[in-house]
């Protein structure tokens, strides 16, 4: 199985200030076809999760542009440009190149 | 507006059987995959399953710690997703969501199971 690793697993932040989630997979998650299936979602508190970036850097329908994915292979990050207060929550990184599907252990996001 | 609601979910004594059902609106829901992913009290989001569309043969994936235990199944002309579930354990007990596709990009709100005596 992949194993997905987050870091840091708590990120507190202050707010109008930048945060970033690192995710490292235990093998390269490019997939036969060309793609790599790399996605990032955010779970509020009480809410379920909802996707915000698929394939690395497409951000979802919806989802604000303060909001960006990038990386290639095994490591990747998501950005927050200026961190809001809606933005509090767990982020988890995904894999669906392989089954398996994983996920990391989540990052906590909280206000300073 | 896509929709997905599960339901089904409750209290049920170890080595019970339970059926959840997801129930699908604002898409054709045939032409997509759907998932099945749970979430512990307090813990990370574990995938349980997947079901391929009709047209990628309506095939089956499990992860091995359901494995020969559970089941998806879907049926297009009501737009639901089924996930039964036998034999279950305590470590079962979970809020149990479904999702749209292989890229999770939907969610319902979760059901929650509770498997204790």
């Known amino acids: 199985d992949i194993v997905m690793t987050q870091t840091p697993l708590s990120s507190p932040v202050t707010l109008g200030q930048p945060a970033s989630i690192s995710c490292r997979s235990s093998?390269?998650?490019?997939?036969?076809?060309?793609?790599?299936?790399l996605s990032w979602l955010q779970q509020r508190p009480g809410q379920p999760p909802r996707l915000l970036i698929y394939k690395i850097s497409n951000r979802f329908s919806g989802v604000p542009d303060r909001f960006s994915g990038s990386g290639a292979g095994t490591d990747f990050t998501l950005k927050i440009s200026r961190v809001e207060a809606e933005d509090v929550g767990v982020y988890y990184c995904t894999q669906a190149t392989q089954f398996p599907r994983t996920f990391g252990q989540g990052t906590k996001v909280e206000i300073k | 507006e896509v929709q997905l609601v599960e339901s089904g979910g409750g209290l049920v004594q170890p080595g019970r059987s339970l059926r959840l059902s997801c129930t699908a609106s604002?898409?054709?829901?045939?032409?997509?995959?759907m998932s099945w992913v749970r979430q512990a009290p307090g813990k990370g989001l574990e995938w349980v399953g997947f079901?391929?569309?009709?047209?990628?043969?309506?095939?089956?994936e499990y992860a091995a710690s359901v494995k020969g235990r559970f089941t998806i199944s879907r049926d297009d002309s009501k737009s639901i997703a089924y996930l039964q579930m036998n034999s279950l354990k305590t470590e079962d007990t979970a809020v149990y969501y479904c999702?749209?596709?292989?890229?999770?990009?939907?969610w319902g709100q979760g059901t929650l199971v509770t498997v204790s005596s």
């Open positions: 079901i391929r569309s009709k047209a990628y043969g309506g095939t089956t």
């Open positions: 604002g898409f054709t829901f045939g032409d997509y995959a």
């Open positions: 093998q390269s998650l490019v997939h036969s076809d060309g793609n790599t299936y």
């Open positions: 999702t749209r596709g292989s890229s999770l990009n939907y």
